[in-house]
């Protein structure tokens, strides 16, 4: 296993997409573990009921 990040190379300053968990604010539902993607922006849930996987959606 690498001691360090293998990826950092790809974050870069990025704006929220939203105020909280995209998925989670659409359905009206909380969120647990909010995340965001370093690389796009993207703001989502790690775990919760809708489980909305942040980094499984990443568009770059």
């Known amino acids: 296993m690498a001691d360090t990040c ?3 190379d790809t974050v870069t300053e990025v704006t929220p997409t939203s105020d ?3 998925d989670c604010l659409r359905i009206g ?3 647990v573990h909010l995340r965001m993607c370093m690389r796009c ?3 989502g849930s790690q775990a919760g009921p809708t ?3 942040v980094s499984k959606r990443c568009d770059r």
């Open 41 to 43: 922006g993207l703001m």
């Open 20 to 22: 909280g968990c995209e």
């Open 29 to 31: 539902s909380q969120w």
């Open 51 to 53: 489980s909305c996987g």
């Open 6 to 8: 293998t990826h950092l």
